[in-house]
Structure formats: structure tokens, C-alpha cells
């Protein structure tokens, strides 16, 4: 069973920056995708960042140019780099991976406030 593991949530004030890190289990080359979603109280999860192991990124509208998802093939762990945080942006992040069988995994979520 894949285990993901989200790091790296927390409270911060508008314009700070995070950077939240998912450790898989297994490695990452076993996934075709792998993302970063969020879900805000009363809002359905929705995609943040992701890219294939072809390297194709994609992002939300919303996060564009602040958001930045990376990732470390030998430590089999994505990044998500969080820069000019926003009120609206908080939420639980979650991580979740793809695998080639189009089975999808989830980690747990780390939660990110932005408040002053």
C-alpha cells in the first residue's frame, strides 16, 4: 500500500511563504501524475499544482506565478513552494499520486492558515 505523507503546513501572514513537502513511500517513477490539492471548509477539493513524470506542470488559475510544485526523484518527494500567500488560500492541502493503473492515493493533508 502507497503511503503519502504531507509536511510543512502552518500559520502564516498574508504575503509569507510555505513550502510543503510529500514523501511517498514508493518511487515517485511508479506514479504517471502527481499533485497537490486543496480543500477550504465548506468548499469541494480542488487542484492546485501537478505534473506527470514527463515534467508537464500545470497549475490553478488562482495560483499562477506563486505557487511552485517541484520534485526530488532520489528522496521520492514533491514540493510545493508557496510564495505571496493570500487569505483565500487556506485550507488542507492534500497530496495525492496517480499510478499508471490509474489508481489513485491520498495522504493525510497538512493544514495552511494565512491570517494576520
Known amino acids: 500500500q502507497v503511503q503519502l505523507v504531507e509536511s510543512g503546513g502552518g500559520l502564516v501572514q498574508p504575503g509569507g511563504s510555505l513550502r510543503l513537502s510529500c514523501a511517498a513511500s514508493?518511487?515517485?517513477?511508479?506514479?504517471?501524475?502527481m499533485n497537490w490539492y486543496r480543500q477550504a471548509p465548506g468548499n469541494q477539493r480542488e487542484l492546485v499544482a501537478g505534473?506527470?513524470?514527463?515534467?508537464?506542470?500545470n497549475y490553478a488559475d488562482s495560483v499562477k506565478g506563486r505557487f511552485t510544485i517541484s520534485r526530488d526523484n532520489a528522496k521520492n518527494t514533491v514540493y510545493l513552494q508557496m510564495n505571496g500567500l493570500k487569505p483565500e488560500d487556506t485550507a488542507v492541502y492534500y497530496c495525492?499520486?496517480?499510478?499508471?493503473?490509474?489508481?489513485?492515493?491520498w495522504g493525510k493533508g497538512t493544514l495552511v492558515t494565512v491570517s494576520s
Open positions: 514508493a518511487t515517485i517513477f511508479n506514479f504517471n501524475a
Open positions: 495525492n499520486a496517480r499510478g499508471w493503473d490509474n489508481i489513485s492515493y
Open positions: 505534473f506527470t513524470t514527463g515534467g508537464i506542470r
